[in-house]
T-cell receptor, first 113, second 110 residues
Framework: KAGVTQTPRYLIKTRGQQVTLSCSPI?????VSWYQQTPGQGLQFLFE???????NKGNFPGRFSGRQFSNSRSEMNVSTLELGDSALYLC????????????FGPGTRLTVL | ELKVEQNPLFLSMQEGKNYTIYCNYS?????LYWYRQDPGKSLESLFV?????AVKQEGRLMASLDTKARLSTLHITAAVHDLSATYFC??????????FGTGTSLTVIP
């Protein structure tokens, strides 16, 4: 069974630009979560979507947004990029019940210059 | 806010030795996960612990959960070089919203 896929794998942007990252979950998984990983802050939860609805949101500014489509694919958008947004962005998919395992994609490495 | 602390942050151990990584968390939860991350790679799921007293073993790794103490351990037995990686614990209290520990960078020296 195919795993979680994320595109693109690498991105270089400049300050002030915006970026959209994409995530396709494992077939049958309807929950998609996004995380940011940086050396300084570690792994931090951004948001989680299920059935096209955001169910949980982490402590990030409104520049970070996301959405989920009817086929469970998800996108996240970061507007007005800042240098501190440089990070590895990881998407994870899981089944819908609490306690289900999250399976992570390979990540998108975003560099903001 | 939930805090998840791991120790040690860095661990250098010789092949063949045993060691334990500790994961403490600040809020009641009975859902605890362990992941492994190799340099430049994503997270690989190792263990899912869903109840007090849960113990799971895979190869040279064994994980346990004590929800009353809010403590999980990852025990390494007879370490080998292939176990070198960063290990994260994660706690879920709201459902699919994981709070990750700081990570433990393990280096196994031949």
């Amino acid at each position: 069974k195919a795993g979680v896929t994320q595109t693109p794998r690498y991105l270089i942007k400049t300050r002030g630009q915006q970026v959209t990252l994409s995530c396709s979950p494992i077939s049958g998984h309807r929950s998609v979560s996004w995380y940011q990983q940086t050396p300084g802050q570690g792994l931090q939860f951004l948001f989680e979507y299920f059935s096209e609805t955001q169910r949980n949101k982490g402590n990030f500014p409104g520049r970070f947004s996301g959405r989920q489509f009817s086929n469970s694919r998800s996108e996240m958008n970061v507007s007005t990029l800042e240098l501190g947004d440089s990070a590895l962005y990881l998407c994870a998919s899981s089944l819908i019940f609490q306690g289900s395992e999250q399976f992570f994609g390979p990540g998108t490495r975003l560099t903001v210059l | 806010e939930l805090k998840v602390e791991q120790n040690p942050l860095f661990l250098s151990m010789q092949e063949g030795k045993n060691y334990t990584i500790y994961c403490n968390y600040s809020t009641t939860s009975d859902r605890l996960y362990w992941y492994r991350q190799d340099p430049g790679k994503s997270l690989e799921s190792l263990f899912v612990l869903l109840s007090n007293g849960a113990v799971k073993q895979e190869g040279r790794l064994m994980a346990s959960l004590d929800t009353k103490a809010r403590l999980s351990t990852l025990h390494i037995t007879a370490a080998v070089h292939d176990l070198s990686a960063t290990y994260f614990c994660a706690v879920d209290i709201t459902g699919n919203q994981f709070y990750f520990g700081t990570g433990t960078s393990l280096t196994v020296i031949p």
